[in-house]
T-cell receptor
Framework: GQQVMQIPQYQHVQEGEDFTTYCNSS?????IQWYKQRPGGHPVFLIQ?????EVKKQKRLTFQFGEAKKNSSLHITATQTTDVGTYFC??????????????FGKGTKLSVKP | GAGVSQSPSNKVTEKGKDVELRCDPI?????LYWYRQSLGQGLEFLIY????????KSGLPSDRFSAERTGGSVSTLTIQRTQQEDSAVYLC?????????????FGEGSRLTVL
């Protein structure tokens, strides 16, 4: 079945280092969304990418959508302790030809050592 | 309300009992999702409602799980004859449209503990 895979599962960095998480789908996605979940919190939407090869930036965060629309990445430059949390990618599951539910990757848990 | 509201926030029950979890989505949001998140794990899809369409129940782990959405608004997730492996945080989310155009807004979740 359709899967969304995310690596790495965990990442420990020193404050100031960069961080990247990768998301791969077994099928072409119409769009991909990224969420951040702080410890003890609920997932919060970060961004949605729709176009092939799209790159979007939010301050120190850079999001990319692959040309084939099957992979995506989130890169954080110069991590800060406020970046701690789990980052999830999510893509819509094609169900009977129409957009169905949103499938989440297992997430990358980022810890930042001050 | 301004956000997705879930109740109860915490529920402790005994094995074999039934539980009901409620989700009140953002007004006007046509899409409603239920996910389950075990401790330190990812989000496991359970069920998806979109407008008046038949819900996508493909993620429900067993026939002990069911959900309904009344009047296109409030949703209730029911777990019958709870088991210890049902212990998790149950997250509800709503969206203005399907995932192609809408971000998901999550509630704070209902933490279920089955003793």
């Amino acid at each position: 079945g359709q899967q969304v895979m995310q690596i790495p599962q965990y990442q420990h960095v020193q404050e100031g280092e960069d961080f990247t998480t990768y998301c791969n789908s077994s099928t072409t996605l119409s769009n991909i969304q990224w969420y951040k979940q702080r410890p003890g919190g609920h997932p919060v939407f970060l961004i949605q990418l729709v176009k092939s090869g799209e790159v979007k930036k939010q301050k120190r965060l850079t999001f990319q959508f692959g040309e084939a629309k099957k992979n995506s990445s989130l890169h954080i430059t110069a991590t800060q302790t406020t970046d701690v949390g789990t980052y999830f990618c999510a893509g819509p599951l094609l169900n009977g030809g129409s957009q169905g539910n949103l499938i989440f990757g297992k997430g990358t848990k980022l810890s930042v050592k001050p | 309300g301004a956000g997705v509201s879930q109740s109860p926030s915490n529920k402790v029950t005994e094995k074999g009992k039934d539980v009901e979890l409620r989700c009140d989505p953002i007004s006007g949001h046509t899409a409603l999702y239920w996910y389950r998140q075990s401790l330190g794990q990812g989000l496991e899809f359970l069920i998806y409602f979109q407008g008046n369409s038949a819900p996508d129940k493909s993620g429900l782990p067993s026939d002990r799980f069911s959900a309904e959405r009344t009047g296109g608004s409030v949703s209730t997730l029911t777990i019958q004859r709870t088991q210890q492996e049902d212990s998790a945080v149950y997250l509800c989310a709503s969206s203005l449209a399907g995932p192609v155009t809408g971000e998901l807004f999550f509630g704070e979740g209902s933490r279920l503990t089955v003793l």
